[in-house]
């Protein structure tokens, strides 16, 4: 991936923008890390890829409780229907499309079940939750953002760059699938929610606060793909 300016993923945005901004140093670190650097010319190991899905499922279900956290965090009835759409769409959608997924890269549902959870997706998912916990809704949407809008910019980014192997790359259909339109509205839809949260809830006083919640979960982000990519080390010694 190229790795100069942070680019204009939704501009149209307010709090967001703001957000990766303050953070860009680590921001940059994590949509250029050599992890996905890899991804994007198709050299990434595949122990490391598989490591990295099948923590991934345990990640996407500490995401689905965070979804349930924010229907109790909520106090309007279009933010819990939201939430629980949101959980729905994870526990009854996206985890049977991940399985699909990582059944062809040999991971079977039961056996990554069966994984103990790293100490990288441990610290991030639990980092999670207990922003959600300890603060507000905005709070919550705010540690989720890393993940939620990182993945369609990543994706985004790779599938723009001409650096990215095309022909030939065994990552493409990841690529395609955070690169596509279905992920993109995902992306889209967390921002314009933090955008109406802040402005219900904050205003211009609690952006440090808040970036601050950024940043540090966007330093988990960074883990969680060196977590990815440590995984080759053994083999690679």
Same mark, same amino acid.
């Given at each position: ?28 670190? %994590?949509? #250029?890390?050599?992890?996905?650097? *890899?991804?994007?010319?198709?050299? @990434? !190991? +595949? &122990? ?52 699909? %997924?990582? #059944?062809?890269?040999?991971?079977? *549902?039961?056996?990554?079940?069966? @994984? !103990? +959870? &790293? ?119």
């Amino acid at each position: 991936m190229a790795s100069g300016s942070l680019g204009h993923y939704l501009p149209d945005y307010q709090l967001y923008p703001q957000l990766r901004d303050a953070s860009a140093e680590i921001w940059q670190a %994590y949509v #250029a890390h050599p992890f996905v650097a *890899q991804l994007a010319a198709g050299t @990434l !190991p +595949e &122990a490391c890829f598989r490591h990295y899905l099948g923590q991934d499922y345990l990640f996407l279900i500490q995401f689905a409780r965070a979804h349930a956290l924010a229907a109790y965090k909520a106090d309007a009835l279009a933010d819990i229907r939201a939430a629980a759409a949101g959980m729905s769409a994870i526990i009854d959608t996206e985890i049977g499309l991940h399985v699909d %997924y990582c #059944a062809g890269w040999g991971l079977d *549902q039961d056996d990554m079940q069966a @994984l !103990p +959870e &790293a100490s990288a997706t441990i610290a991030y998912s639990r980092y999670v939750l207990e922003k959600g916990l300890q603060g507000d809704l905005l709070d919550l949407y705010v540690a989720l953002a890393p993940c939620a809008i990182g993945y369609g910019e990543i994706g985004a980014r790779l599938a723009g760059d001409p650096d990215t192997r095309q022909p030939g790359n065994p990552y493409a259909a990841w690529i395609a699938m955070y690169s596509g339109d279905d992920y993109q509205e995902v992306a889209r839809s967390h921002a314009e929610t933090l955008d109406r949260l802040w402005h219900e809830r904050a205003g211009g006083a609690r952006v440090r606060q808040l970036a601050t919640t950024f940043a540090q979960a966007t330093q988990l982000e960074v883990d969680f793909w060196q977590m990815g990519l440590d995984a080759a080390e053994p083999e690679d010694a």
